[in-house]
């Protein structure tokens, strides 16, 4: 009887005890909306870079860049700073940093942590991928498309991806930080690291950082 206990009560610890750790979330710092430069500027100074320093980027940076990319700026109807195909709102962004990698929760502007080990290197094939502050990765959640073969999906969710991600260039390009989108990677590597689900497609990711 006290073995069935005792094998019970680690089973709570591994199955209900990681569920609670998992649904565990930290609130980022209210995203500053006001300010930056002139959009026409920011346009004409837009541009890939692919060296970074090792430069840790503050909360506070994080919370702008983040909400910049795929935040709610309606809170009363909970859309977004990105467009999305009949407001399906797929992508979910993953931010691998040296601390961890985290989940953005947009409704709550806050991060789940997925893991507590730096994956910043099964990021991306090149080299400067691991020296960034931060790499997004952009996923779709294929579970929230009502209809639509793989590639018809693949391809509304390619187009989402591109408008976050000129979202994340326009930020960079007015905070002077340097980013790079990013088709190269091993999706099946990025989808291990990041303990993604089947419906879960690696579509992009994208680089940013301090410059050197």
């Excluded at 309606?74 to 797929?90: C, F, L």
Aim: glycine share 8%.
């Amino acid at each position: 009887m006290k073995k069935r206990i005792a094998c019970f009560l680690l089973l709570f610890m591994i199955v209900g005890g990681t569920g609670v750790y998992a649904q565990k979330a930290k609130q980022l710092p209210e995203p500053q909306k006001r300010g930056g430069g002139p959009l026409m500027e920011l346009l004409d100074e837009r541009h890939s870079s692919r060296e970074f320093s090792n430069q840790s980027m503050s909360r506070q940076m994080l919370s702008n860049l983040l909400w910049a990319a795929f935040g709610i700026n309606r809170p009363e109807s909970g859309k977004r700073t990105a467009p999305s195909s009949q407001n399906v709102q797929d992508i979910q962004i993953y931010a691998a940093t040296q601390e961890g990698a985290f989940l953005y929760l947009p409704e709550k502007h806050a991060l789940r942590k997925v893991t507590g080990q730096d994956v910043r290197p099964a990021m991306g094939e090149q080299s400067f991928v691991r020296n960034a502050a931060v790499n997004l990765v952009y996923v779709s959640d294929f579970s929230r498309y009502s209809g639509g073969n793989k590639q018809q999906k693949m391809v509304t969710a390619g187009t989402h991806c591109g408008f976050i991600g000129q979202n994340v260039y326009l930020f960079c390009t007015s905070e002077g930080l340097n980013t790079v989108f990013r088709g190269w990677i091993d999706k099946e590597k990025i989808a291990d690291a990041l303990n993604l689900e089947e419906d879960q497609q690696v579509m992009y990711s994208q680089s940013v950082g301090f410059p050197k």
